[in-house]
């Protein structure tokens, strides 16, 4: 198989060449786990983070640069060194200002009974649209594929192989609604997973840290404030969507950007509280 030296980023390359059938755009830094799903793509018609009808919004995800880029297995610390506070500040006032709008235009517009679903929609429809502001006022990369089957679009903020995607808004911190797309996205987490060897496929790749996909996690109070949500963070799915393996408010990850350097990497330091005590010896044991 023919490779191709300083290309862009895997997942990019990997959507065009299944989309194209054409396999001389598998590049030197793919993964053995991307040449794989490559294979399966192939003969299943389907690549495994994009479908093959969506290869026009494939083709428009642009070259990753990750010079100067340290891969960290903390994902949110990967989130800060990759991406500008501009963006998580912007991204806060967005959303804030999404439930907002929303309560204010359902209130106005709409009566009884209708009005509980239609603030659902509003917040989802304007918290998508400040999620797209927020990522191009920041410089970042935004793309709205289809979903598959076609029928409704998602949006994705992404730079130097960290992807972005909002989750649904619950009344809730647990895990987003498993739709295919975020099924698709969480699977790139699978090197943030411990790796276990399998004894009947020993050749099975171990999966590549050079992407990541985060989510953005908002959750609206069914007894609070309907003009504001009860969370905005950002969340590290596990790569098959069962739990977050890290979930981080707005405000804090805000704070990782000013805190001291040494701050940053101070380890925990767990101190031993246990008291040595002498036992003493029992009226039966005396003697």
Excluded at 145 to 151: F, L, Q, V
Excluded at 169 to 186: D, E
Aim: hydrophobic share 40%; charged share 20%; with cysteine.
């Amino acid at each position: 198989m023919h490779e191709r030296q300083n290309e862009g980023n895997d997942m990019a390359w990997y959507c065009l060449a299944v989309s194209m059938r054409n396999p001389t755009t598998i590049t030197a830094r793919a993964s053995c786990a991307a040449r794989l799903c490559y294979i399966q793509a192939c003969q299943n018609h389907i690549f495994y983070g994009f479908p093959l009808d969506n290869a026009k919004n494939v083709r428009q995800y642009p070259e990753n640069s990750k010079q100067g880029v340290a891969l960290t297995h903390d994902p949110i610390a990967r989130l800060v060194q990759a991406w500008p506070e501009t963006f998580f500040r912007s991204l806060g006032e967005e959303i804030d200002a999404a439930f907002a709008q929303a309560h204010r235009l359902t209130a106005e517009k709409i009566a009884p009974p209708e009005r509980r679903g239609a603030l659902g929609q509003l917040r989802h429809f304007l918290a998508e649209d400040g999620f797209r502001s927020a990522g191009r006022a920041a410089g970042l990369n935004v793309h709205v594929p289809d979903t598959s089957p076609k029928g409704a679009c998602y949006s994705v903020v992404e730079r130097d192989g960290n992807f972005m995607i909002r989750a649904n808004v619950l009344s809730h911190c647990g895990q987003p609604r498993p739709t295919k797309f975020r099924q698709r996205w969480s699977a790139l987490n699978e090197w943030l997973s411990p790796w276990q060897i399998d004894l009947f496929d020993r050749n099975r790749p171990q999966p590549s840290p050079d992407n990541m996909c985060a989510m953005l996690v908002v959750t609206a109070s069914k007894n609070g404030d309907p003009m504001l949500p009860a969370f905005a963070g950002v969340g590290i799915p596990s790569h098959d969507l069962s739990s977050w393996i890290k979930l981080s408010s707005i405000e804090d990850i805000i704070a990782l950007y000013n805190a001291p350097a040494e701050q940053k990497d101070v380890p925990v330091d767990i101190a031993d509280r246990a008291v040595p005590k002498l036992k003493r010896k029992g009226p039966s044991e005396q003697g």
